[in-house]
């Protein structure tokens, strides 16, 4: 059975001041979320502050992207030491909105995935499709690319130490979901795909779904078999959404 993770990912979102009270207003409520564990992403310079509240605590923290280096001169850039220096348990690798706005390849994110690895963080891989690509009919193949680069270069034995994202771009931030089954569809070709490498590791992985998920979609969402959690965005920065979709797992 594997236990289902619903994660937030603030993106370029808070200040000290309201990332201090969702912070207070998540451990407040954290209690009535009995079957998911909770994560919360921020930006990479609220960490050090987010840290400190969530230490101790049952939720877990995580960066929203790392270098692929250690250290050096890549002015602006965070790296994994640093990410766990600051007691970050995950990193979202490949979202989207990097793929997309930083021209990030299926090979750069291949790389960011190992990184993470290498210096002891679980990398939250996201994939998915634009509705372009749905449209032609090419959902299926664009993740299995997005994702071999992955097994080519780690081997399916490393997603016994990752976490998996399907996020529809077409359904991020716009307020339309996936429906269950289109989801659970999804969900269930990456499953079969690492089922054919390795039994044990595809049914030990968690694949959260990720697009517009909120309180009022996430129960359905979350009963489909494949689904193992959320990768949440919007809902995220209001304690009382992102503890509803975490409860939706109860
Ligand atoms: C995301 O960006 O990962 C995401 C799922 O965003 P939203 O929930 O806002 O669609």
Partial sequence: MRRPLVAGNWKMNGSQAESSALIDG???????????????????I???????????????????????NASGAYTGEI????????????VIVGHSERRSYYGETDEIVAGKYGAAQQHGLIPILCVGETLEEREAGTTES?????????????????FAKAVIAYEPVWAIGTGKTATP???QDVHAFIRGKLRALDAAVADKVQVLYGGSMKP?????????EDIDGGLIGGASLVAEDFLGIGRAAN
Wanted: with cysteine; aromatic share 4%.
């Fill in 181 to 183: 089954q289109q989801a």
């Fill in 46 to 68: 609220l960490i050090p502050l987010v840290a400190t509240k969530l230490k101790g605590t049952g939720i877990a923290w995580g960066g929203q992207d790392l270098n692929v």
């Fill in 142 to 158: 664009v993740v299995a690319r997005q994702l071999d680069a992955v097994f080519n270069k780690h081997g399916i034995a490393s």
């Fill in 79 to 90: 790296s994994g030491p640093m990410l766990r220096d600051f007691g970050c348990t995950y």
């Fill in 216 to 224: 009022s979609n996430a129960a359905e969402l979350l009963s489909q």
């Fill in 26 to 44: 998540l451990l407040e409520g954290t209690a009535t979320v009995k079957n998911a564990d909770l994560a919360v992403c921020p930006p990479a």
